[in-house]
Protein backbone atom coordinates (compact mmCIF):
# COMPACT_ATOMS: atom_id res chain seq x y z
CA UNK A 1 0.00 0.00 0.00
CA UNK A 2 0.70 3.85 0.04
CA UNK A 3 3.83 4.53 1.86
CA UNK A 4 4.96 7.89 3.54
CA UNK A 5 8.43 8.38 4.94
CA UNK A 6 8.51 11.69 7.72
CA UNK A 7 11.56 13.31 8.50
CA UNK A 8 12.62 13.66 10.85
CA UNK A 9 11.27 11.21 13.50
CA UNK A 10 11.89 13.74 16.56
CA UNK A 11 12.47 17.48 16.54
CA UNK A 12 13.85 19.30 19.59
CA UNK A 13 13.03 22.69 19.13
CA UNK A 14 14.01 26.31 21.38
CA UNK A 15 10.99 27.68 22.24
CA UNK A 16 10.71 30.49 19.84
CA UNK A 17 12.76 28.78 16.88
CA UNK A 18 11.24 27.68 13.73
CA UNK A 19 10.92 24.41 12.20
CA UNK A 20 10.30 22.06 9.42
CA UNK A 21 8.97 18.43 9.38
CA UNK A 22 8.74 16.73 5.74
CA UNK A 23 6.36 14.20 4.14
CA UNK A 24 8.02 12.21 1.30
CA UNK A 25 6.35 9.79 -1.03
CA UNK A 26 7.89 7.71 -4.11
CA UNK A 27 4.62 7.76 -5.68
CA UNK A 28 2.13 10.55 -7.17
CA UNK A 29 -0.09 11.35 -4.10
CA UNK A 30 -4.27 12.59 -5.07
CA UNK A 31 -4.21 14.54 -1.47
CA UNK A 32 -2.53 14.54 1.99
CA UNK A 33 -3.60 15.23 5.40
CA UNK A 34 -1.76 16.28 8.38
CA UNK A 35 -2.50 15.34 12.10
CA UNK A 36 -1.20 16.55 15.25
CA UNK A 37 -1.44 13.87 18.24
CA UNK A 38 -0.56 15.42 22.05
CA UNK A 39 0.90 13.36 24.12
CA UNK A 40 -1.60 10.91 25.49
CA UNK A 41 -4.38 12.28 22.96
CA UNK A 42 -5.86 11.19 19.68
CA UNK A 43 -4.90 12.96 16.46
CA UNK A 44 -6.78 15.70 15.16
CA UNK A 45 -6.78 16.96 11.63
CA UNK A 46 -5.38 19.95 10.76
CA UNK A 47 -5.73 20.43 6.97
CA UNK A 48 -6.04 19.04 3.73
CA UNK A 49 -4.15 20.02 0.49
CA UNK A 50 -4.93 18.59 -2.83
CA UNK A 51 -3.38 20.93 -5.06
CA UNK A 52 -0.31 20.59 -7.03
CA UNK A 53 1.99 23.52 -5.14
CA UNK A 54 -0.82 24.34 -2.81
CA UNK A 55 0.15 26.36 0.31
CA UNK A 56 -2.27 26.87 3.09
CA UNK A 57 -1.29 28.64 6.72
CA UNK A 58 -2.95 28.27 10.09
CA UNK A 59 -1.42 30.96 12.16
CA UNK A 60 2.00 29.97 12.72
CA UNK A 61 1.66 27.06 10.84
CA UNK A 62 2.36 26.88 7.15
CA UNK A 63 1.75 23.77 5.03
CA UNK A 64 3.08 23.01 1.63
CA UNK A 65 1.95 20.22 -1.10
CA UNK A 66 5.38 19.66 -4.05
CA UNK A 67 4.85 20.71 -7.37
CA UNK A 68 4.86 16.74 -8.14
CA UNK A 69 2.67 15.97 -5.51
CA UNK A 70 5.20 13.59 -4.05
CA UNK A 71 5.94 15.50 -0.90
CA UNK A 72 4.42 18.02 1.53
CA UNK A 73 6.21 19.66 4.46
CA UNK A 74 5.03 21.82 7.74
CA UNK A 75 6.57 24.64 8.65
CA UNK A 76 5.95 26.26 12.57
CA UNK A 77 7.26 29.74 13.15
CA UNK A 78 8.03 30.99 16.64
CA UNK A 79 7.73 27.85 18.23
CA UNK A 80 5.42 27.63 21.87
CA UNK A 81 4.86 24.96 24.13
CA UNK A 82 1.41 24.13 22.53
CA UNK A 83 3.35 23.03 19.76
CA UNK A 84 4.57 19.83 21.57
CA UNK A 85 3.17 17.04 19.99
CA UNK A 86 3.61 14.58 17.38
CA UNK A 87 2.68 15.48 13.78
CA UNK A 88 1.17 12.95 10.96
CA UNK A 89 0.89 13.25 7.50
CA UNK A 90 -2.02 11.19 5.84
CA UNK A 91 -2.12 9.48 2.16
CA UNK A 92 -5.01 7.82 0.36
CA UNK A 93 -3.56 4.39 -0.66
CA UNK A 94 -6.83 4.01 -2.52
CA UNK A 95 -10.62 5.15 -2.02
CA UNK A 96 -10.76 3.99 1.73
CA UNK A 97 -7.32 3.35 3.20
CA UNK A 98 -5.79 6.33 5.13
CA UNK A 99 -2.12 5.51 5.78
CA UNK A 100 -0.52 7.51 8.21
CA UNK A 101 3.26 7.91 8.30
CA UNK A 102 5.32 7.26 11.19
CA UNK A 103 5.09 10.88 12.55
CA UNK A 104 7.46 13.31 13.68
CA UNK A 105 7.86 13.94 17.77
CA UNK A 106 8.33 17.74 18.76
CA UNK A 107 9.11 18.59 22.10
CA UNK A 108 9.95 22.35 23.17
CA UNK A 109 13.07 23.60 25.58
CA UNK A 110 11.36 26.34 27.28
CA UNK B 1 -22.35 18.58 19.31
CA UNK B 2 -20.69 15.34 21.43
CA UNK B 3 -17.40 14.49 19.01
CA UNK B 4 -16.55 10.92 18.95
CA UNK B 5 -17.45 8.75 21.90
CA UNK B 6 -15.58 5.60 22.63
CA UNK B 7 -15.49 2.89 25.47
CA UNK B 8 -14.09 1.51 27.30
CA UNK B 9 -11.47 3.56 27.94
CA UNK B 10 -9.18 1.13 29.18
CA UNK B 11 -9.19 -2.65 28.87
CA UNK B 12 -6.80 -5.57 30.60
CA UNK B 13 -7.33 -9.16 29.06
CA UNK B 14 -5.35 -12.24 28.50
CA UNK B 15 -4.36 -14.12 25.75
CA UNK B 16 -6.89 -16.40 23.99
CA UNK B 17 -9.44 -13.67 25.38
CA UNK B 18 -11.84 -12.00 23.41
CA UNK B 19 -12.80 -8.07 23.32
CA UNK B 20 -15.57 -5.75 21.75
CA UNK B 21 -14.98 -2.17 21.47
CA UNK B 22 -17.41 0.44 20.67
CA UNK B 23 -17.42 3.56 18.96
CA UNK B 24 -20.42 6.08 18.13
CA UNK B 25 -19.50 8.79 15.50
CA UNK B 26 -20.53 12.32 15.59
CA UNK B 27 -24.06 12.75 14.39
CA UNK B 28 -24.63 13.04 11.05
CA UNK B 29 -21.40 11.03 10.01
CA UNK B 30 -21.98 7.97 8.12
CA UNK B 31 -18.45 6.40 8.26
CA UNK B 32 -16.29 4.82 10.69
CA UNK B 33 -12.67 3.82 10.62
CA UNK B 34 -11.16 1.45 12.86
CA UNK B 35 -7.14 2.64 13.83
CA UNK B 36 -4.43 0.10 15.80
CA UNK B 37 -2.06 2.41 16.95
CA UNK B 38 1.08 1.03 18.54
CA UNK B 39 3.18 3.38 20.92
CA UNK B 40 5.61 5.06 18.96
CA UNK B 41 4.10 4.62 15.41
CA UNK B 42 0.91 6.32 13.86
CA UNK B 43 -2.34 5.04 13.59
CA UNK B 44 -2.88 1.52 11.15
CA UNK B 45 -5.78 0.97 9.16
CA UNK B 46 -8.22 -1.83 10.23
CA UNK B 47 -11.45 -1.30 8.70
CA UNK B 48 -14.04 0.96 7.22
CA UNK B 49 -18.05 1.30 7.18
CA UNK B 50 -19.94 2.91 5.68
CA UNK B 51 -23.70 2.53 5.53
CA UNK B 52 -23.74 -0.74 7.06
CA UNK B 53 -21.46 -2.13 4.82
CA UNK B 54 -17.30 -2.87 5.09
CA UNK B 55 -15.80 -0.64 2.54
CA UNK B 56 -12.21 -1.89 2.92
CA UNK B 57 -9.98 -3.87 5.46
CA UNK B 58 -6.02 -3.42 6.21
CA UNK B 59 -3.73 -5.81 6.87
CA UNK B 60 -4.55 -7.20 10.04
CA UNK B 61 -5.75 -11.31 10.36
CA UNK B 62 -9.03 -12.71 10.50
CA UNK B 63 -9.25 -12.81 14.21
CA UNK B 64 -10.19 -8.75 13.44
CA UNK B 65 -13.94 -8.32 12.51
CA UNK B 66 -16.09 -5.08 12.77
CA UNK B 67 -19.50 -4.29 12.22
CA UNK B 68 -21.75 -1.24 11.78
CA UNK B 69 -25.41 -0.62 13.40
CA UNK B 70 -28.44 0.94 11.95
CA UNK B 71 -27.25 3.71 14.12
CA UNK B 72 -24.10 4.15 12.66
CA UNK B 73 -22.19 3.32 16.00
CA UNK B 74 -20.14 0.07 15.34
CA UNK B 75 -18.05 -2.16 16.94
CA UNK B 76 -14.83 -3.66 16.67
CA UNK B 77 -14.00 -7.39 17.46
CA UNK B 78 -11.08 -9.23 18.67
CA UNK B 79 -10.66 -12.49 19.22
CA UNK B 80 -7.83 -15.25 20.56
CA UNK B 81 -6.48 -11.52 22.20
CA UNK B 82 -2.30 -12.05 21.21
CA UNK B 83 0.30 -9.90 23.17
CA UNK B 84 1.21 -8.22 20.21
CA UNK B 85 -2.70 -7.16 19.91
CA UNK B 86 -1.83 -4.15 22.94
CA UNK B 87 -2.43 -1.15 21.75
CA UNK B 88 -4.55 1.78 21.59
CA UNK B 89 -7.27 0.82 19.17
CA UNK B 90 -8.98 4.09 17.45
CA UNK B 91 -12.01 4.91 16.04
CA UNK B 92 -13.01 7.89 13.54
CA UNK B 93 -15.62 8.77 11.80
CA UNK B 94 -16.16 11.05 8.78
CA UNK B 95 -19.39 12.15 6.82
CA UNK B 96 -18.40 10.68 3.69
CA UNK B 97 -16.75 7.28 3.15
CA UNK B 98 -13.81 8.04 0.75
CA UNK B 99 -9.89 8.19 2.60
CA UNK B 100 -9.69 11.61 1.86
CA UNK B 101 -12.53 13.16 4.19
CA UNK B 102 -11.01 14.71 7.42
CA UNK B 103 -11.01 11.82 9.75
CA UNK B 104 -12.33 12.95 13.41
CA UNK B 105 -10.88 10.66 16.17
CA UNK B 106 -11.98 9.11 19.41
CA UNK B 107 -9.89 9.34 22.60
CA UNK B 108 -9.72 5.51 21.66
CA UNK B 109 -9.47 2.56 24.02
CA UNK B 110 -6.05 1.46 25.55
CA UNK B 111 -5.62 -2.27 25.33
CA UNK B 112 -3.44 -4.60 27.39
CA UNK B 113 -3.04 -7.98 26.90
CA UNK B 114 -1.20 -9.60 29.58
Redesign the interface.
Known sequence: ?QQVMQIPQYQHVQEGEDFTTYCNSSTTL??I?W?KQRPG?????LI?LVKSGEVKKQKRLTFQFGEAKKNSSLHITATQTTDVGTY?C?V????????????TTVTVRA | DAGVTQSPTHLIKTRGQHVTLRCSPISGHKSV?W?QQVLG?????IF?Y?EKEE??R??FPDRFSARQFPNYSSELNVNALLLGDSALY?CASSFG????Q???????TRLSIL
Open positions: GSNQYGHPVFQFASSNDYKLSFGAG | SYQGPQFQYRGGNLSGAGPQHFGDG
